[in-house]
């Protein structure tokens, strides 16, 4: 496939997403209203400066598909020092994070409500992240649903070439036949290398959420993936 010449448009035939029309508690609309001016990024198709977008110069990881943000706002309370950026194409996601981040008074976080792959092409910049995270994304159980899957080795290329070299990528799914999957893409792709013999133990930043630790209790499996840029 020949390349999209830089700053032209990359249409995707293929989503890993379907936008719902989920319902917005009052909480979540009233911090979208309040807060999204400062901490919610409008998408454009230019690049972003992350250093003046958060006001600092400090180690940038971004975060696909943050669901409620209920891990996003623990992790950057624990870690001050570092700023996340957020990624999340559906609304009531977004509310409910810009609430957590008022709650909190966070200072680290910045969301933007938009394709993650449009965004990686054009707003972040080639080497400008320190990490990235992609907790739980549709596994799409489906066979013929897999084309839709988030991890495929275009897309894990794409965000390799964000990543500054030592950065690393972290994943982590509760289904067994996308954990191989996603294991097999990475270990593939030759500019990345693994942390561990195979899967990684959860590092210790990652929180359980209730939905995790209700299928750990009940026997589930969650198979997290560490690998870094050479």
Do not use: C
């Not at 719902?20 to 990024?41: D, F, K, N, S, V």
């Not at 965000?159 to 593939?188: F, N």
């Not at 959420?209 to 750990?216: A, D, H, M, P, S």
């Amino acid at each position: 496939m020949p390349e999209t010449p830089e700053g032209a448009a990359h249409p995707r035939a293929i989503r890993s997403y379907v936008m719902r029309a989920g319902r917005m508690g009052t909480g979540q609309q009233r911090a979208l209203e309040a807060l999204g001016p400062h901490y919610l990024i409008p998408y454009a198709p230019t690049p972003l400066d992350l250093n003046a977008a958060f006001g600092r110069d400090a180690p940038k990881v971004l975060e696909i598909g943050f669901g409620m943000g209920q891990a996003s706002a623990e992790i950057a309370r624990q870690q001050p020092e570092t700023d996340y950026l957020g990624i999340e194409v559906h609304t009531p996601g977004v509310g409910a994070l810009l609430k957590r981040i008022g709650e909190l008074n966070l200072t680290n976080l910045r969301l933007i409500q938009h394709d993650a792959v449009e965004v990686l092409h054009h707003r972040l910049a080639e080497s400008s992240l320190d990490g990235v995270h992609i907790f739980f994304p549709d596994p799409w159980h489906k066979k013929r649903h897999h084309k839709r899957r988030l991890i495929q080795p275009e897309f894990v290329r794409l965000l390799v070439s964000r990543l500054k070299p030592g950065g690393y990528l972290h994943l982590a799914t509760d289904w067994a036949e996308y954990a191989e999957q996603m294991l097999a893409v990475l270990s593939t792709e030759p500019t990345l290398a693994n942390t561990a013999d195979g899967y990684a133990p959860r590092p210790a930043y990652r929180p359980l959420t209730k939905f995790e630790q209700r299928g750990l209790n009940l026997g589930h499996g969650v198979w997290d993936l560490v690998f870094r840029r050479r």
